[in-house]
């Protein structure tokens, strides 16, 4: 098989024989990196090794369907179009590639935010590691780098450290609610209670509305709770639970909490039949409460806050 690397050569010097010379000294800097995925990179080999040139159409078509957001989807149909001498197409293809690579710093970002809050460091150093080669200077990369120092052991120098950066990025990002519930997690740790109350209000009032596919969403949401578990003590027993269900994105991260619930009321039904009325009615008003306290105690929360600072801001 082709290496991968190889085939960039090739798809460079195929631009370049077309006099597509902008475009094939953007692929030569294009990002390795963003080849992160084990499925489409074996489909990209395949595409640039593959000899039939119908075939090698085939399964490009089918690597953009599965993959329409990857660069590497719309590199491999590029290569292929370019073999036909569809030129015109090629093109398309790899202003596609090419601004879907722009967006890839963000997407494994959120993927490193993802790993810190279930608490797998290990792979978000890695993934770091793997991202900073390429994207270091991109804001996206450098705020998953300060939430991957706050979860792991801290040094009073490493908070200060992450708080310096946070407080860079804020000024360009004045709006981003992920970089003020670090700084609300920074400032917790070091003490710093005002400042913490500051951003956890700025936190609140820039979160964005909450659905069940915005996975940008999602994950603003959750550095939220984890930060209001920072700050609220009582709040920490909610965050250990919602941390399980974190092993899925939405829309499964809901189906996992619906599932979850459904199998509690099931067992409240099952136990009406089995126990003494006094225990299933307390073992029911314990269920209650904690479904109350799970779902919404932070919301409540973080309402709360966003009505103080719309007060203060109207003073």
Same mark, same amino acid.
């Given at each position: 098989?082709?290496?991968?690397?190889?085939?960039?050569?090739?798809?460079?010097?195929? !631009?370049?024989?077309?006099?597509?010379?902008?475009?094939?000294?953007?692929?030569?800097?294009?990002?390795?990196? /963003?080849? %992160?995925?084990?499925?489409?990179?074996?489909?990209?080999?395949?595409? +640039?090794?593959?000899?039939?040139?119908? #075939?090698?159409?085939?399964? /490009?078509?089918?690597?953009? *369907?599965?993959?329409?957001?990857?660069?590497?989807?719309?590199?491999?149909?590029?290569?292929?179009?370019?073999?036909?001498?569809?030129?015109?197409?090629?093109?398309?293809?790899?202003?596609?590639?090419?601004?879907?690579?722009?967006?890839?710093?963000?997407?494994? *970002?959120?993927?490193?935010?993802?790993?810190?809050?279930? $608490?797998?460091?290990?792979? /978000?150093?890695?993934?770091?590691?793997?991202?900073?080669?390429?994207?270091?200077?991109?804001?996206? +990369?450098? #705020?998953?780098?300060?939430?991957?120092?706050?979860?792991?052991? =801290?040094?009073?120098?490493?908070?200060? =450290?992450?708080?310096?950066?946070?407080?860079?990025?804020?000024?360009?990002?004045?709006? %981003?609610?992920?970089?003020?519930?670090?700084?609300?997690?920074?400032?917790?740790?070091? %003490?710093?209670?005002?400042?913490?109350?500051?951003?956890?209000?700025?936190?609140?009032?820039?979160?964005?509305? !909450?659905?069940?596919?915005?996975?940008?969403?999602?994950?603003?949401?959750?550095?939220?709770? =984890?930060?209001?578990?920072?700050?609220? *003590?009582? !709040?920490?027993?909610?965050?250990?639970?919602?941390? @399980?269900?974190?092993?899925?994105?939405?829309?499964?991260?809901?189906? /996992?909490?619906?599932?979850?619930?459904?199998? +509690?009321? !099931?067992?409240?039904? $099952?136990?009406?039949?089995?126990?003494?009325?006094?225990?299933?009615?307390?073992?029911?008003?314990?269920?209650?409460?904690?479904?109350?306290?799970?779902? @919404?105690?932070?919301?409540?929360?973080?309402?709360?806050?966003?009505?103080?600072? *719309?007060?203060?801001?109207?003073?």
């Amino acid at each position: 098989m082709i290496a991968v690397s190889k085939g960039f050569d090739e798809i460079a010097a195929e !631009l370049e024989a077309q006099g597509w010379h902008k475009e094939a000294e953007l692929l030569r800097r294009f990002p390795r990196s /963003a080849l %992160d995925d084990e499925l489409v990179k074996g489909m990209f080999v395949a595409v +640039v090794s593959v000899r039939d040139i119908e #075939r090698a159409e085939k399964v /490009a078509r089918q690597l953009v *369907s599965f993959a329409p957001e990857n660069p590497f989807a719309h590199l491999a149909f590029c290569l292929v179009k370019l073999r036909q001498g569809q030129t015109l197409e090629a093109a398309k293809a790899f202003e596609q590639a090419i601004h879907f690579a722009s967006t890839f710093p963000a997407y494994r *970002s959120q993927r490193i935010h993802w790993l810190c809050l279930q $608490g797998r460091l290990d792979e /978000a150093r890695k993934f770091l590691h793997e991202t900073v080669k390429e994207f270091a200077d991109r804001w996206e +990369v450098q #705020r998953a780098q300060a939430h991957l120092w706050l979860s792991g052991k =801290q040094t009073r120098q490493r908070l200060n =450290q992450t708080a310096e950066l946070l407080t860079k990025l804020v000024r360009y990002r004045p709006n %981003d609610a992920i970089i003020h519930a670090l700084l609300v997690q920074a400032y917790e740790k070091l %003490d710093d209670r005002k400042r913490a109350i500051e951003h956890l209000r700025l936190m609140a009032r820039n979160l964005p509305a !909450l659905t069940f596919t915005d996975v940008d969403a999602f994950i603003a949401h959750q550095v939220a709770k =984890q930060s209001l578990a920072t700050r609220f *003590s009582w !709040l920490r027993p909610s965050w250990f639970v919602e941390r @399980f269900f974190l092993r899925w994105l939405p829309p499964k991260y809901f189906a /996992a909490i619906a599932t979850g619930w459904v199998a +509690v009321a !099931l067992l409240l039904a $099952g136990l009406r039949f089995v126990a003494p009325t006094p225990i299933y009615t307390f073992a029911l008003l314990i269920a209650v409460m904690a479904f109350a306290y799970d779902r @919404f105690a932070s919301p409540i929360l973080l309402w709360l806050l966003k009505s103080i600072y *719309s007060n203060e801001g109207k003073k």
